[in-house]
């Protein structure tokens, strides 16, 4: 559960930096665009997560 929260958390911020959604067309017209993801481990109070 905390993971979800976590991802959810970071992809929420990182469309607010970008100005768009993920998958939207709006990211053919600018060249600050998402490259994709990748698995991270991370650690927190609440333990490690991946």
Known sequence: MT???IQ???DEELTEHLGYESHD???KV???SRN???PIRR???CG???
């Open 3 to 5: 993971k979800t929260v």
């Open 8 to 10: 959810t958390a970071l």
């Open 25 to 27: 067309a709006a990211a």
């Open 30 to 32: 600018t060249a600050n």
């Open 36 to 38: 994709g993801t990748r």
């Open 43 to 45: 650690s927190s109070g």
């Open 48 to 50: 490690r997560t991946d």
